[in-house]
């Protein structure tokens, strides 16, 4: 028989289970054993030998190994073996990096992998999705995507939307019991939920039938997998830019050739030095470096608790001009803690901190016994009823097993004497609508011991107010005037100016056999009880982050379902708002045409008493003013602004898994501080990008250089082409990647967003490569003449000298591209990665010129000492020249 013709209690005993503890630890792990982890299958990875292998697909390779082929050919065998070697030493360089690349982006996957709610051992815990085995009993919300196929057995106004499996896209609505037919299409089967379909609406338990292949989705997994790799804006544009470079280099070598052979040269040693000069233009191992310092930078994310989704937005992060952060957990700590309560007339204040069941009930300063103030006791227990946190007791301490407001909600009742399970033994809930940020208020529906029923509804004050047509005053429920409503509304402003976020408790008694099936026929005509305050301390860090933000350029929007003083009060405190911003409410953001809102959204610091729709004009509105905006989220309907925002910010603790998948970064501490740390991060990788790009191209310029000027100054070849390949290919991978590791100038957050459109030479950068990469090129011929002019019949010599003064003017030089002023604006040794690897880098050289073997095969002899003053001098003389022109222009 299927599990949808199945009564619950069939469900449980075939499934050998418990609906009330779920299985055991013990009884999961022997499941999972037998029925694997709860995944569909991945496509084919590549294999490690495909991927080594791919590296000769480069077109740089290429050419080189045609190079091979030519110099074999002749008869070249020490240049042939020796250039096949420098290209397999290259290929394992790139293999390492590709790997390196391949594993901190399944580091990610891995991180940002679905969990769900379980019930094992008794107790509901957060496990990671793919432990799921039959026969566990999960809990699923509104945002959750359901974790395995399962059969529903508590269903809370559920609904789920299964267009991924069925293609329609109306909601189902779920319900528990039994359907007698055994040729259902999937999409009638209204008490099963599906592997990947995502709740809607409601809330609801359901116990796990089928994992991994042998689910609904798996059986079409085949069509679902999307290995696509994403690439950065900047990586594309340095893509073309190589695409420029190759033919760029082909040009050149066709110069070089036609030079060089016009001159005399023979055909075989120009057609090897063009090869040579083609393979110094093109800096091959630039994409490569660029894909590292992204993962790199990634991984720091990671440990500042924000974890990237997609990786263009590690770029976009640092052109962020305005973060719209939601107030709840993000700016506050989500630690709440009702202290003010409101009843008629009278206020009470309550102390006691945390989720501590202790305190007590005051008015004026005099304790008030709560079991004796008939309004303030079904305040208390209302709210109680109509909640669904627990608090716990762990090792001694009180903690909170759900939504914050109504674990507060529940501590105030606590405090009084109450307790939810002795409620629930009085009070059976008949039904329940759940909370939502559209409506802001939930219900629910109770029947007490002697048949009564009510109808309990708590939520934001202005909203219930609306609501309701009595009020209790003096324990007696009058009609609500406008009189009244004026009190009320006095009392909610009180409340809130004092940055306390309010919720109203209301009820209204019905007929004993009413059944309501719509939330908006219950939440209507009720009787409007009274207040409770609640105290949401703001983030310690956030102050200083925001004040960071400011001075970085980036403006800080908090965008809050929370009343508006309450907002105000607390986003002054934070320094978002001072007493001129303006603070804009739901109501009249609706109102506003998007047009209106765009020519006044720039003074707005905050937006209050908004709804999630709302958020997507937000975004849109700023978006149009030309600011790339960061947009924080959390719910099923803040996933279209999360989407359309240039990065969508998921909360890694509260979000829901479709906030998530619509995100670029996802929060793990739901910290807006950390938001600012991602975005120093986003900078930082920016600009040491824009270090290497600086330091490999303008090396290769400097090597094209001095090839050029002595074709054109009719000199012999002052390299030859296998050190050109290996000053290319292995002297400057090293210092480059360091360079990639380097910390951030102490001015990122000092000055304003980068542009999302700024070209890869902006701010100076081409200008940059040219002049270094002429100075470079300048004094290595220099000293070239300089060593063949001493000794005209040692040519080999005389190019050792030049392939070491190319070699140490770049490793001078890459100390420069550490900051975009001057060497002298920053401690030039302050990246010890990049001491390492100019150490290697010129170890690495100083062996092909004292090795006797290696001599031999990179036509090099060994420098003499009285020489080295003069190459260190030549190969210093760029990096000076630089310092002194910017003292000079500091001078000035
Ligand atoms: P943010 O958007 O910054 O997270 P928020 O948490 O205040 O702000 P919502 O969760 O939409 O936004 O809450 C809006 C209002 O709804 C709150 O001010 C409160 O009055 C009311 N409210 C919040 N949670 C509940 C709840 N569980 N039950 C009833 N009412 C609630």
């Given amino acids: 028989m299927n599990y949808h013709e199945m009564h619950e209690k069939e469900v449980e005993q075939t499934l050998n289970t418990d609906f009330s503890a779920g299985l055991t630890e013990e009884e999961a792990e022997k499941r999972r054993k037998k029925f694997g982890f709860n995944e569909l299958d991945e496509g084919e990875k590549q294999s490690l030998l495909l991927i080594f292998f791919s590296q000769f697909k480069d077109f740089m390779v290429l050419v080189l190994l045609a190079a091979t082929l030519v110099s074999g050919l002749l008869g070249e065998y020490i240049d042939a073996i020796a250039i096949i070697a420098?290209?397999?030493?290259?290929?394992?360089?790139?293999?390492?990096?590709?790997?390196?690349?391949?594993?901190?982006?399944?580091?990610?996957?891995?991180?940002?992998?679905?969990?769900?709610?379980?019930?094992?051992?008794?107790?509901?815990?957060?496990?990671?999705?793919?432990?799921?085995?039959?026969?566990?009993?999960?809990?699923?919300?509104?945002?959750?995507?359901?974790?395995?196929?399962?059969?529903?057995?508590?269903?809370?106004?559920?609904?789920?939307?299964?267009?991924?499996?069925?293609?329609?896209?109306?909601?189902?609505?779920?319900?528990?019991?039994?359907?007698?037919?055994?040729?259902?299409?999937?999409?009638?089967?209204?008490?099963?939920?599906?592997?990947?379909?995502?709740?809607?609406?409601?809330?609801?338990?359901?116990?796990?039938?089928?994992?991994?292949?042998?689910?609904?989705?798996?059986?079409?997994?085949?069509?679902?997998?999307?290995?696509?790799?994403?690439?950065?804006?900047?990586?594309?544009?340095?893509?073309?830019?190589?695409?420029?470079?190759?033919?760029?280099?082909?040009?050149?070598?066709?110069?070089?050739?036609?030079?060089?052979?016009?001159?005399?040269?023979?055909?075989?040693?120009?057609?090897?030095?063009?090869?040579?000069?083609?393979?110094?233009?093109?800096?091959?191992?630039?994409?490569?470096?660029?894909?590292?310092?992204?993962?790199?930078g990634v991984q720091k994310m990671i440990r500042k608790n924000a974890v990237v989704r997609k990786l263009p937005a590690v770029e976009t992060l640092g052109c962020a001009s305005v973060i719209c952060s939601d107030k709840t957990g993000t700016l506050t700590q989500n630690k709440m803690t009702v202290t003010r309560a409101w009843?008629?007339?009278?206020?009470?204040?309550?102390?006691?901190?945390?989720?501590?069941?202790?305190?007590?009930?005051?008015?004026?300063?005099?304790?008030?016994?709560?079991?004796?103030?008939?309004?303030?006791?079904q305040l208390l227990t209302f709210g109680m009823l109509c909640n669904h946190a627990e608090i716990l007791q762990k090792d001694g301490e009180y903690v909170l097993n759900g939504d914050p407001t109504e674990g507060a909600i529940l501590v105030a009742g606590m405090k009084a004497g109450f307790t939810r399970n002795q409620l629930l033994n009085q009070f059976t809930i008949v039904n329940e609508f759940p909370f939502d940020s559209t409506r802001k208020m939930m219900s629910v529906i109770v029947k007490d011991p002697t048949g009564r029923q009510f109808v309990v509804t708590k939520g934001a004050p202005d909203v219930l107010i609306g609501q309701s047509k009595s009020i209790l005053f003096e324990n007696r429920s009058t009609?609500?005037?406008?009189?009244?409503?004026?009190?009320?509304?006095?009392?909610?402003?009180?409340?809130?100016?004092?940055?306390?976020?309010?919720?109203?408790?209301?009820?209204?008694?019905?007929?004993?056999?009413?059944?309501?099936?719509?939330?908006?026929?219950?939440?209507?005509?009720?009787?409007?009880?009274?207040?409770?305050?609640?105290?949401?301390?703001?983030?310690?860090?956030?102050?200083?982050?925001?004040?960071?933000?400011?001075?970085?350029?980036?403006?800080?929007?908090?965008?809050?379902?929370?009343?508006?003083?309450?907002?105000?009060a607390i986003a002054k405190q934070l320094g978002i708002a001072n007493n001129r911003s303006k603070v804009m409410e739901g109501k009249e953001l609706s109102d506003l045409s998007l047009n209106e809102l765009e020519d006044i959204v720039e003074d707005v610091s905050v937006f209050a008493r908004v709804s999630p729709e709302h958020k997507l004009k937000i975004v849109q509105a700023f978006q149009n003013r030309g600011h790339v905006v960061a947009m924080t989220g959390d719910g099923v309907n803040d996933a279209p602004a999360i989407k359309k925002a240039n990065i969508g910010i998921a909360m890694g603790i509260t979000g829901t898994d479709v906030a998530k998948e619509a995100s670029s970064l996802v929060l793990m501490d739901d910290n807006f501080a950390s938001i600012k740390a991602a975005i120093v991060e986003g900078r930082n990788i920016y600009e040491n990008i824009r270090k290497f790009i600086r330091y490999l191209l303008a090396s290769n310029v400097g090597e094209i250089l001095v090839m050029l000027f002595?074709?054109?100054?009719?000199?012999?070849?002052?390299?030859?082409?296998?050190?050109?390949?290996?000053?290319?290919?292995?002297?400057?991978?090293?210092?480059?990647?360091?360079?990639?590791?380097?910390?951030?100038?102490?001015?990122?957050?000092?000055?304003?967003?980068?542009?999302?459109?700024?070209?890869?030479?902006?701010?100076?950068?081409?200008?940059k490569v040219i002049s270094r990469g002429f100075l470079i090129g300048v004094s290595t011929i220099l000293a070239f003449m300089f060593a063949y002019d001493n000794n005209p019949e040692n040519l080999e010599y005389a190019q050792t000298v030049a392939f070491i003064t190319l070699v140490l003017a770049q490793l001078i030089h890459v100390f420069d591209c550490r900051s975009e002023k001057s060497i002298l604006s920053r401690n030039p040794f302050g990246n010890m990665y990049l001491v390492w690897a100019v150490i290697s880098s010129l170890v690495l050289a100083l062996v092909v010129i004292y090795v006797p073997f290696l001599q031999e095969i990179f036509h090099t002899l060994p420098i003499a000492m009285k020489d080295w003053p003069m190459i260190i001098g030549f190969a210093s003389v760029p990096t000076f020249l630089l310092a002194g022109s910017f003292l000079l222009s500091k001078s000035k």
């Fill in 86 to 296: 420098i290209i397999i030493l290259n290929s394992f360089l790139g293999f390492f990096q590709e790997i390196r690349a391949e594993k901190s982006l399944s580091a990610l996957k891995e991180l940002s992998q679905p969990h769900v709610h379980a019930l094992r051992n008794g107790e509901w815990i957060n496990i990671l999705s793919k432990e799921l085995v039959p026969g566990d009993v999960i809990k699923f919300a509104s945002g959750d995507r359901i974790g395995a196929d399962v059969r529903i057995i508590e269903s809370r106004s559920l609904e789920v939307e299964e267009s991924a499996l069925t293609g329609e896209s109306v909601p189902v609505p779920k319900t528990v019991s039994a359907i007698k037919n055994n040729n259902l299409a999937l999409g009638d089967m209204e008490n099963m939920g599906f592997m990947g379909t995502m709740v809607s609406r409601g809330s609801g338990v359901g116990v796990v039938i089928g994992t991994g292949m042998k689910t609904a989705m798996g059986q079409i997994a085949d069509l679902l997998q999307n290995a696509d790799s994403v690439t950065t804006p900047l990586q594309r544009r340095l893509e073309q830019l190589g695409k420029i470079l190759i033919v760029t280099a082909l040009l050149l070598t066709v110069l070089v050739v036609v030079i060089g052979v016009l001159q005399g040269n023979d055909l075989y040693t120009m057609v090897l030095a063009g090869v040579s000069l083609a393979v110094a233009a093109i800096p091959e191992g630039l994409p490569a470096i660029v894909t590292i310092a992204l993962s790199l």
């Fill in 343 to 377: 009843i008629g007339g009278k206020t009470y204040t309550v102390d006691g901190t945390g989720y501590e069941p202790q305190g007590k009930y005051y008015v004026d300063e005099k304790i008030v016994e709560p079991t004796k103030d008939k309004a303030l006791q």
């Fill in 479 to 568: 009609v609500l005037g406008s009189e009244q409503k004026k009190v009320v509304q006095e009392a909610i402003n009180g409340l809130a100016s004092q940055a306390l976020r309010t919720i109203a408790v209301g009820y209204k008694e019905i007929s004993a056999n009413t059944i309501i099936l719509h939330e908006r026929e219950a939440e209507k005509d009720l009787v409007f009880i009274g207040l409770q305050g609640i105290i949401d301390p703001p983030r310690p860090e956030v102050k200083q982050a925001v004040k960071e933000c400011k001075e970085a350029g980036i403006k800080t929007v908090m965008i809050t379902g929370d009343h508006v003083i309450t907002a105000k």
């Fill in 710 to 767: 002595a074709m054109l100054l009719a000199m012999p070849l002052p390299l030859v082409p296998i050190q050109i390949l290996w000053v290319n290919l292995v002297t400057d991978g090293l210092p480059a990647m360091a360079l990639g590791l380097d910390r951030p100038e102490d001015n990122v957050m000092k000055r304003g967003p980068r542009s999302p459109n700024e070209g890869v030479f902006s701010r100076g950068l081409g200008w």
